[in-house]
């Protein structure tokens, strides 16, 4: 009974630490360009990013009072558990459930 009991404990233990929520950005180190990735044509250095830009266009980017008809933000098209695109639908879906001419693409 008592090694059923310290397992379960400990089971618990892990889940309640690995459903902590952690800080959104811990540690910003700006753009970091991976070795697979072409190079950026925008020219960072006009317009540094920063952690408050950062959390500014991911707020932007999610928020839906920027559409016609405040129902819809760009993360309602651009799913970022599917690669930023509207995955399983042969075009998108806008205000009013309305179809678009065309799968929105990643961002």
Known sequence: M?????FVTAI?????????KADDIIGFLGFRQ????????YKLENND???????????L?????????NTIS??????QTSAFTHHGHDVS?????RLGSRNSPPS
């Open 61 to 69: 980017f999610y928020e839906a009072r920027l559409s016609r008809n």
């Open 2 to 6: 008592k090694h059923r009991t310290l």
């Open 49 to 59: 990013i920063t952690k408050a830009g950062f959390e500014l266009g991911r707020k």
């Open 12 to 20: 618990l233990t892990v889940a309640i630490y690995g459903c902590s």
């Open 34 to 41: 991976t070795d697979n990735f072409p190079a950026p044509v």
């Open 74 to 79: 760009c993360g309602d098209c651009h799913i």
């Open 93 to 97: 879906h806008g205000i009013d459930d």
